[in-house]
């Protein structure tokens, strides 16, 4: 079974400046993914960036990137220039499998970031 | 806005009552996830079903029971409620595969007096 886990229940950051929230996995799948969720004050889950194992660069998404590293079995999220709306819960998932087209998604207990002005 | 519509978006009712929570998938999405989210348990999957068929079960309790129909919207069944079951419903979904994104709904709150 796939495990997740984020080690940093909190973390601030100075509007602006860059963040990295950190998400460690443990899987015996030797293909797998890893989606990064945001969930701001307002409950809604809203779908950040994905990458796949085999994906040889390093996902993007607007002021979004994952450092994915294999090898340490992280695959943590860097936020740039923070602004006052990425205030929220960030949980990283992994997509787990239990017979031929069943899935599901196992969450780490999430970080919620605070940004400071 | 994902997509996905969750009706209701609050819901307040006793202990032992029987409730049901709405999802309409995004168009051409043929998957539907329903997964709670609990202050301790986090965020758990219930179920997934796939164009009307039932394909995996995660932590579902017995009191609680899912359907999907033949227009792809589902219906999560929650009876005999009770203090604990207090949570926000999420229904997610996602166009087949497994590397396939999963879009989230606004989810409902569900309260249980």
């Known amino acids: 079974a796939q495990k997740i886990t984020q080690t940093q229940p909190g973390m601030f950051v100075q509007e602006k400046e860059a963040v990295t929230l950190d998400c460690t996995y443990d899987?015996?799948?030797?293909?797998?993914?890893l989606f990064w969720y945001k969930q701001p004050s307002s409950g809604e889950m809203i779908f950040l960036i994905y990458?796949?194992?085999?994906?040889?660069q390093n996902a993007t998404e607007g002021r979004y990137s994952l450092n994915f590293q294999k090898a340490r079995k992280s695959a943590n999220l860097v936020i740039s220039a923070s602004q006052l709306g990425d205030s929220a819960m960030y949980f990283c998932?992994?997509?787990?499998?239990?017979?031929?087209?069943?899935?599901?998604?196992?969450f780490g207990k999430g970080t919620k970031l605070s940004v400071i002005p | 806005d994902s997509g996905v519509t969750q009706t209701p978006k609050h819901l307040i009712t006793a202990t032992g009552q029987r409730v049901t929570l709405r999802c309409s998938p995004r168009?051409?999405?043929?998957?539907v996830y329903w997964y709670q989210q609990s202050l301790d348990q986090g965020l758990q999957f219930l179920i997934q079903?796939?164009?009307?068929?039932?394909?995996a079960k995660g932590n579902i309790l017995e009191r609680f029971s899912a359907q999907q129909f033949p227009d792809l919207h589902s219906e999560l069944n929650l009876s005999s409620l009770e203090l604990g079951d207090s949570a926000l419903y999420f229904c997610?979904?996602?166009?087949?595969?497994?590397?396939?994104?999963?879009?989230f709904g606004p989810g409902t709150r569900l309260t249980v007096l």
């Open positions: 168009s051409g999405d043929l998957s």
């Open positions: 998932a992994m997509p787990s499998h239990s017979g031929a087209g069943s899935y599901q998604l196992t």
């Open positions: 990458q796949g194992s085999y994906d040889q």
């Open positions: 079903y796939y164009n009307g068929e039932e394909r």
């Open positions: 899987t015996s799948d030797p293909s797998y993914g």
């Open positions: 997610a979904s996602s166009v087949v595969d497994s590397t396939d994104t999963q879009y």
